[in-house]
């Protein structure tokens, strides 16, 4: 798939990190260290823009390092780029730990990863049909 992207940034494009990994990672493009206090966020810019092809969206999700490291988290996870959206990808972080953390300039703050998805066309009823497992949810197939 070929996506389309203006790179605003001082760093090269997102890359994939290895040859089987199905996200590119995002870096922090600030001019200088954003202090996320315990419970903060931020909305951190990457300097990029996409022009991603219908039918498809772009996931920001957290980077697992960060998160169990630092407790550092993306907020809306996994937010979603639309593929109409032409502004600039930002990442909202959460520092979810008892301690300050800095996103330093050129950090690694989330991965992206592609998506294909579809539109439905409602079909109102008054009754669905009836499955298995019916309404329950929360818990209700068992804890093992």
């Known amino acids: 798939m070929i996506v389309k ?3 605003r940034s001082q760093w ?3 890359q994939y ?3 089987l990994s199905a996200g590119v990672d995002l870096r922090a493009d600030i001019p200088e260290g ?3 206090e315990p419970l903060g966020r931020a909305i951190v810019p990457t300097g990029f823009y996409l022009e991603i092809p219908a039918g498809y969206e772009a996931q920001v999700r957290p980077r697992s390092g960060l998160a169990a490291k630092k407790g550092v988290t ?3 996870s996994p937010g979603t780029v639309d593929a109409d959206y032409r502004g600039e990808v ?3 972080l959460v520092n979810l730990s008892s301690e ?3 996103v330093e300039p050129g950090e690694r703050i989330a991965q992206m990863v592609f998506a294909r998805h579809e539109q439905v066309e409602w079909d109102e009823v008054e009754v669905l ?3 298995e497992r019916g309404a329950g949810g929360f818990g209700s197939t068992g804890v093992k």
């Open 5 to 7: 992207i203006v790179n």
């Open 12 to 14: 090269s494009l997102p």
């Open 17 to 19: 990190a290895t040859p």
């Open 34 to 36: 954003i202090v996320l």
């Open 74 to 76: 993306v907020l809306n």
């Open 90 to 92: 930002k990442v909202i």
């Open 100 to 102: 300050p953390f800095t």
């Open 129 to 131: 049909e009836e499955s």
